[in-house]
């Protein structure tokens, strides 16, 4: 988690090109650890007298926020150019003073946006909603696609068009919502799967669905499945008598920061489950 940092001055760099970097002008403010080639206006963290969000900072396009005293920095940059005024970045403060910021943390604790007000600089987070949205991630308990065809026990053919499918649950499929709580964030969290992959284990390209598939019915005769489906043109022999296959479920999950911020983002889960399926000649079929 991170600690709000210890009292910090900032030095402003304005850096309009990379042989033109702005004089500290003999305020006795330090120069930090700014380097040169960027367009944005950087600020740069060292020990001293402010506090990152107390109000008394200027407004930059870039900031170093610690955490821990030894601990990695994150980096607030201002976007630019800045989202349309509709844009959901900015999280209800439209109209308002300020600007939105992109934050990223070299720890792995993610990257998010937030809303600055004019005349702050952004305040150290306690923790990344990333780092709570995966916890309520985790709280789900999501597992790999439940394969309702091919069957294990199924005996299939050459040249016959195979539906695959898969049966569509809150820990298999989703939706699935969940929310968590850490450093006095809380984060809701929504998953559910926007990506079905194939590997059939005969060496052909995976099959991409973009929904669990249609079920087969005796009905719909030697037709083509319309969205998941897959023909063997080899028997399984070579195989060990079995084609062993895995079924990839990519997982969206879209989360947001309940609260003033609202920040909002999205994460993946990846999912598998193997599968086998006997493939015969037609003619070895009584």
Not at 40 to 58: I, L, M, N
Not at 94 to 114: I, K, L, M
Not at 139 to 168: D, I
Request: proline fraction near 8%; glycine fraction near 12%.
């Amino acid at each position: 988690m991170l600690r709000r940092a210890a009292p910090v001055a900032v030095a402003l760099a304005v850096l309009l090109a990379p042989a033109a970097q702005a004089d500290g002008g003999g305020t006795g403010i330090g120069t930090g650890d700014c380097e040169a080639a960027t367009l944005y206006v950087r600020v740069c963290a060292e020990d001293s007298s402010t506090t990152p969000g107390s109000g008394s900072g200027p407004s930059a396009d870039s900031a170093s926020s610690t955490g821990d005293s030894d601990g990695p920095e994150c980096t607030y940059t201002r976007l630019n150019p800045q989202p349309p005024p509709d844009n959901y970045y900015w999280k209800g403060h439209q109209g308002e003073q300020g600007a939105v910021y992109g934050v990223n943390c070299p720890d792995g604790r993610g990257a998010w946006t937030v809303f600055v007000p004019e005349g702050q600089a952004p305040a150290a987070p306690q923790i990344a909603p990333t780092v709570v949205a995966q916890r309520a991630v985790d709280s789900m308990k999501l597992v790999g696609p439940k394969v309702a065809s091919p069957r294990a026990a199924g005996t299939y053919v050459v040249g016959m068009p195979m539906w695959m499918w898969v049966e569509p649950s809150p820990t298999t499929y989703g939706p699935s919502t969940a929310t968590a709580t850490a450093g006095g964030v809380t984060v809701s969290a929504t998953a559910k799967v926007t990506r079905v992959s194939w590997d059939m284990g005969d060496g052909s390209a995976p099959v991409v669905c973009n929904g669990p598939g249609t079920k087969y019915t005796a009905s719909i005769g030697k037709a083509v499945s319309p969205d998941c489906g897959h023909v063997y043109t080899t028997t399984s022999q070579s195989a060990d008598g079995r084609f062993r296959g895995t079924v990839t479920a990519t997982w969206t999950v879209d989360w947001q920061v309940i609260g003033a911020t609202g920040d909002t983002g999205q994460l993946t889960e990846i999912r598998q489950s193997p599968f086998t399926v006997e493939i015969h000649e037609a003619q070895a079929l009584n």
